[in-house]
């Protein structure tokens, strides 16, 4: 009997450290997890570090397309990226007279391609250190790579880093950044 318990407990154990290994292919972020088999917008709302973004996606009305086949890759800036922005931009942009406004800068966080970080790299690589992102809002950015970290240059000189890569989604692949990129003034 004590040989049963142990292959039995042998088995659970297994089991478990199956299912965590699984679910440790995609990162937590903001606090819940993230599964493969949602879409970008499904995710997202779970993540407590992207409410401002999904507050924004929502009134840009672009929720339908980020559940749409993609792939996309996205760059989601964290909350703490828009809280960065001038005071009032936020709640400037999220009015409904700025919709077009607020949709041209979020989908210029949005690549219409999934590009997993290793991807990325060697991309950046092959461009001898710097590559353009073309964006679906029209945007070119410059994917750059600094001790093993991707970063995004915008079109005002900013640098977003990555802080969260290759959160794959049923439609592409979201990298959080730690700063909100914006078109060329």
């Known amino acids: 009997m004590s040989h049963a318990i142990r292959t039995l407990a042998a088995s659970v154990a297994l089991l478990v450290a199956g299912s965590a290994l699984a679910h440790a292919e995609n990162p937590m972020v903001g606090g819940a997890p993230m599964y493969e088999t949602k879409n970008i917008v499904e995710n997202a709302v779970n993540s407590k570090d992207h409410t401002t973004l999904v507050a924004a996606v929502k009134a840009a009305g672009l929720v339908e397309t980020l559940q749409s086949d993609g792939p996309f890759t996205v760059f989601a800036p964290v909350n703490s990226a828009f809280d960065a922005l001038p005071k009032g931009t936020v709640e400037t942009l999220l009015k409904p007279e700025n919709k077009v406004q607020l949709a041209k800068i979020l989908t210029c966080h949005v690549v219409a391609a999934k590009a997993l970080s290793g991807a990325i790299d060697k991309m950046v690589a092959d461009d001898g250190g710097m590559h353009p992102v ?22 005002q000189g900013n640098v977003a880093n990555v ?23």
């Open 134 to 155: 073309k964006t679906v809002g029209g945007c070119e950015f410059t994917a750059m790579t600094k001790n093993g970290k991707i970063m995004i240059k915008d079109g």
């Open 163 to 185: 802080t969260i890569a290759d959160v794959e989604q049923s439609n592409g692949v979201i990298h959080v950044i730690d700063t909100v990129l914006l078109p060329a003034s």
